[in-house]
Every structure is written in C-alpha cells, then in structure tokens.
C-alpha cells in the first residue's frame, strides 16, 4: 500500500549543526501516529521539512506515492497536506469565522477571486461554520482572534487545518499553552478526526501520547532512536533513558 | 588608467562616507528591528553643526566635528529613550511613519533656520589643494576623508572585537533573547549603540560636507543610498556594510564620471539587479 | 441574526458609502470658484485609494507609490502632447504604462520585505526620476512637459477656464475606480489580501499563493495610480519632475494614514482634510507646513493608530 506521507533519507543541516539525520518516516493512510522527542530534538523542524517551510540539505518527501520535495508550500497544501503551528500562528485581527473560512475557501479555490458573488462565498462560509460547530467554538464565530483565551485559540488552530480537508495532518503540539481543564476538549476533537486522515501529533503531554497514539516515534537529536507501538516505546530502556527518564518536559 | 586611479580614489573617498553615516542604521535595525529612516537625519544634523560652528564661530574643524559627535549623540538618545522606545515591538508601519514625521519636522527646522540653500564649506587651508602621494597627486581633503575614515573604521571593528561592549553587542546582535538570559541589559547596550551609530551619522554628515552637500533635502534626497548600504551588506553586520559602501562608493563614481548623461540610472538599477540575485543582502541571512 | 448572515451584511452595500458623493456632488454647485482645487483634491483621493489597496489591505510598506502615479503623468502627457489629445485614450495608456512598471518592479521589490522592500520602493522610484531627468528631450526634464492640447471628452465636453469639465471629469474616473476597488476588496481575493497582512505565514500554509496575490495587487494598485497621475497631467496640462519624488510618495502616505488606512474611505477623508488644510495653511508659512505635518504624524503614531476613522469608531463604540 502507497504510504499517505513517507520521508526518505531527510537530512538537515544548518552549518555545522545537523537537525535531522538521515530520516526514514511512514505515515499510512488513517494512521495515528505520534512523534515525541525532548526540546530541540528537531520534531518542529520535521514538520517544517515535511510542509516546504524549509529545504532539505537532500532527501525525498512523497506525498501519496507522489515526490513532492521540490514543491512550494502552497501547493503541497492544495494537494492535501495540513497543519497546525507549535505557537499559535492566526489571523489575530480577524473573526474566528473568517480565519476558518480563509482556509475553506483556498481548499475551494477561490481565494483569487476578485469579482465572484456573494451567494459562491455562502457555501464557504456554512462550511467553516460547520467546522466550527464540531469544534465547539461556534459561539466565538465573530470575535476577532486576539480576544479569545489562549485554549480556544487552540482551537481555531485546528479549525484552520481541518478547513483544507487534509489527507494528512500534522499536529505540531496542540495541547502546548492550553490549561489542563480544557485539554479535554482537544483530546476530544482529536480523537473525532476522520478516519481516513492520517495523522501526526508532536505532543509533550505522554497521557494524550498513549491515549491517542496507535505507532509513536522518538527523535533524540535530530535522529529517529525507536518507532513501535506505545507498548514497545513504554518498555524501551533507552527512551526512558533519553526521554522519560528525564521527566515530560526534558 | 589615470581614470581608474580617479574613480577608485573619488570612489574611496564616498564609500568612507556612506559606510560611517549608515553603519549605525545596520546596527539598529539587526538589534532591535527598528526601521530608523530618520537616520539620515542625524547625519543632516552633524554635518550642521559642523558647519555652521566653522562659519559663525571659526570653530576649528576637528573640534567641530567633535562636538557634532557628542551633540548628535547625546540628541540621539534624549529621542531614543523618549520617542523610540515606545515603538519597540511596535509595527513596521509605526515606525516608519513616525521615522518619517522626525524627517519632515526637521527639515522644516533646518529650513527656517538656514535657509533652503547649501551651507557653504570652507575647509581648513591644509585640507585645501592637493598632495603629492609619489604616484600623482590628489586632492587632499579627500586623502584625508580615506585616511580618517579607515582609522574610524579600523577603531569601531577593534572596538567592537575587543571590548566587553562590542561583545555584548555582538551577542545581541545574534540572538537577543539569549543575550537578556545571561543578563545582559539589552535596553542600555541599546541605547548605547544607538548614541554611538547617531554620533557616527552626526560624524559622517561632518566629514562628508563638501561631498554630500549639508541642505534641508539631506535627510530625503540620500536616504536612498544609506538604506541601500544597509539593505546589500545585509541587517546586523558591520563588514557586510562596508563592502556594500564601497561598491556603491565605486560603482556610483564610475557611473558618473563614465556616463554621466546616465547619471545615477545604472546605479539603481545594479542595486536592484543585486537585491534580486540576493533579496537578504551580501552577507545577510536568508 | 445567524453569524453567516452577519458576516455577509457587512459586506453589503450601507447608506453612509453615498456620503462622499453627496459632498462631492454638492461642493460642484456650491463652491465653483474652488473646482481646480476640488479636482487636486479628488486626483489625490483617487491615488491615495490606490496606496490603501497594497498599504492598508495587503499590508506592503511601500515608500515608492509616486514612481506608478509619475509614470502615468508622463505616460499621459507625452501622449497628449506627441500622438493625440483625446483623454480617455491618455487614461488607459497611463493605466497600461503604469501597471507594466508595476508588474516589473513587482517581480523585484515583493521578494524582500522590511527595510529592504523600502529601500527598493525608493530605488524605483528614484531611478524612474533619474530617468524622466536624463531623458529631457520627450519629458522636459527639470522645467517639466508642456504643450498639451486636450481634446475634449467623448469629442462634446471641452475643459474650460473654471475647471468644471476637469472636475467631473476626475469625479466620474475616481467613481468607477471606487466601484472596482469596492469590489475587489470585498471579494474573496480582498479577504486573502488582508489574510496575507495579518499573517503571512499562515496564508502560505492553507495553501495561498501569496507572492503571485500580492503581485496582482501591486499592478492594479499601480495602475489605478497611474490614472490618478494622467489625471492630473490631463488637467493641468503639465508634468514636472516632482510626481515622481519623495515628497509626494511621503504624502499620500500620510494622507492615508491620517484618514485611517485598510478602510477604503480612509483615503477620501485623509486626502480631502490635508489637501484643504495645506491649502489653507501653507499660505501663510510654507516652511511651517511640513513641520506640523511632521508633529501631527509622530502624534498620530503615539496616540491615534487608526486615523480619523479610527477616532470616529471609537467614538461611536463608546
């Protein structure tokens, strides 16, 4: 079966510093995968690597089967590749119903439109409401971002993502900043993605890892030390040495 | 040949220039990503008191120029700690518009003052006429402005190298963040360098009188040219800088004395030509 | 009131949007004997209209918006002055002229951001006026282009001593650029426009091909200045060096920004109080002028952000 996202030999180097290594990763179709590591280990970078935010020294990214190394970002987007920012990255001076509908309507492919009617934008704009109904911030639809707590924040976040209709989704720690009484809600949002999206979450927080994560990998310094089911990666000495032995938060 | 000789000598001489009054802007701008177009306003205001000092009062030139230096930079950080501060953080557009309200304000002053009309500027009888360097001859205040320029020059990058300040300026510089965690006070090591690049202007705009001509219009009409400088050497650097004064300093000269119906034209156009084949600058990153 | 159906109401056409009109309407029958004047005032909004699509909207810091309206008065008057007088023809080569300097500019100048896109807004500008300098035998170089004769509009209407014709005429141009730029900013690629100010990063990850909307905004706004720039070249019949210079790229900077910017009417109250003001003002003491001008915009910047709209609204909110 064609891996939903596959890295082949993803090498980073700035300088003399390397931040990813030789990476060989596989994500399949509707896989829930995590990816944790201690701070600096290169996950944010992996992402970065993965969504043409950044070049790769060499390597190959196949998105579907298909080489998408060479590809700006925007396109590698439109051809179903997702994600979300470590720290929130948002329209801040804009309504959380027009941040969503932003994304819906570049899925849609008119975000160029300069002279199109209001009734096209309709069906954008219940489709972002949509969304945000299954996020539960439906009630937030018309305040501008930068009013909002940080945790709903969170939450537009993942609604901005979901809005492109993702084949993979890349979640570059969703639950960092959010106060434990509302991590619920994102698990929860989390856990309802679509089955046939694959997923990949970066996450800190081990209780969100082992309840959402069916294959987990570690990175230790740019570096993949282990991939297996949670299972395996609780029982590996070496990733409580490097990592858990260390506490959450390394 | 005796043109290339003059190009490069004239060339040399304007590159000193350019790189002492803009090398503070490329300092500003990597610490503190502060858009400081009313840098060339200082300059302006250097090259003033200089002048005006030598005309009204017979004020020796070297001690004008000093007290220019300490003048301007002592302005500079009454308008940092007051004005500036409060737009650090602050959007681009802030910046600029309240860099180029500074610009008009002092402009207006200058022409109330003095008068829309170049200051003229009667340099000391030893910087007058030409001096024989063994090859051939050549006009001595620009000599001078090499000479002095390559001292400054040599004593900023030994300052900055050497000293406790220049290294923790450096630091900054590179990651500020880092810098505030090992305790260094970013918001005086800034003002510090803020003074010392404003002073540098104020010397710049003093040495340079009889090339880049002291006139309300100062601070506008070479703007352009210190923001080129900063923009090709790239934000935050000291040499990058320097290399782009001295292509600009060569490339400007040649242009005029080559193809002076073209004027300025080719210059620009090279500066564009360059940005486009490196959009951060010479030395800049990416 | 559903949040969809709010949203969209925003964007519906309100009541208040005829004001300008009304006015400009009314100054034609009350104030005849200021209708050059008017005309200044209604080319001014026009280019400063044009600066608020790439400035206000897109969020593009440009110091060069003079090199698109200096480009379409030199476009315009060596077209009215060598091949043919008739207006409109003068309009669309401006606007043509102009959008293609746009475009190329374009191409350089939004690859770079911060200082460095400035500084390039600059350069543009100031090669464009060393050229329009140098090449004094087609622009009259430093004592300007003269010797425009202008046909008049659709052959019937005849520019006259009092400036009527001119200003309905710039009245009529500034309306349909104000209808188009209406449009455009309340379109989707208006949306992205302002998603790409907000958040630059963010656009490219949903997918936005950011560099190629910004340019498209660039060449419109470029030229619907250059029209603002034919404009003034049509009507007063001449063209000096000054169009393209840092004064006046400074100024509809500030006019704008005083007006409140990302606002479309920013531009009409920003352009109409500074250009009457000045009027007013700069009679007295001409070196004075920038002064203030200068005073009011480090203010402006201190404590009122958002320009005369900006108080209006918070006025309002209260």
Redesign the interface.
Known sequence: MTAALETIGLHKRFGALIVANDIHFRLDAGARHALIGPNGAGKTTLVNLITGRIPPSAGRILLGGDDITALPQAVRVRRGLGRTFQINTLFRGLSVLENVCLAVGEHHGIGGDMLRSLAARRAVLEGGYALLERLRIADDALTPVRELPYGRQRLVEIAIALGLRPTVLLLDEPAAGVPSTEIAIILDVIEQLPDDIAVLIIEHDMELVFRFARRITVLVQGSVLIEGTPAEIAADARVREVYLGEGHHG | MEALISILFHGLAYAMILYIVSVGLSVT?GLM?F?N?AHGVFAMAGGYVTVRLMNAYAVPFGLALLVAFVAVALLSVVLERT?YA??YG?G???Q???T??????????V??LWGPSPQPVHLPAVLSGQIDLGIRSFPTYRTFLIVVGLLLIALLWLGVERTNFGAQLRAAVDNRRMAESIGIDTRRLFSLAFALGSGLAALGGGLGADILAIYPGYA??Y??YF??V??IGG?GSLRGPFVAALLLGFGDTACKYLVP?????FV??A??GL??WR???LFGRA | MHPIDTLLARHRFRAIELLPWLIAVAVYFVFGDYLPLGSQILIMILFALSLDLVLGYAGIVTLGHSAFFGVGAYAAGIYAAHVSGEPLSGLVLAACAAAVVGWLSGLVVLRTTGLTLLMLTLAVTALLAEAANKAGFITGGADGLQGMDIRPIFGLFRFDLFGRTAYLYCLAVLFLAWLFARRLVHSSFGRSLIGIRENTARMHAIGSPVRRRLLTIYTISAALAGVAGALLAQTTQFVGLTVLGFQRSGEIVIMLVFGGIGRLYGAFVGAGIYMIAQDQLAKLEPAFWYFWIGLLLVLLVMFARGGVLGLIDRILRR
């Open positions: 701008m990503g858009v177009l004005l409060r737009l602050a681009e557009l802030e600029v518009l309240f180029i309200g500074l610009i008009f304000m002092s402009v207006a002053i022409r109330y506008t009409e703007l352009v923001l080129m900063v923009a934000l119906e073209l004027g300025a034209f620009f156009a500066m564009i940005l486009l959009p951060a600058g």
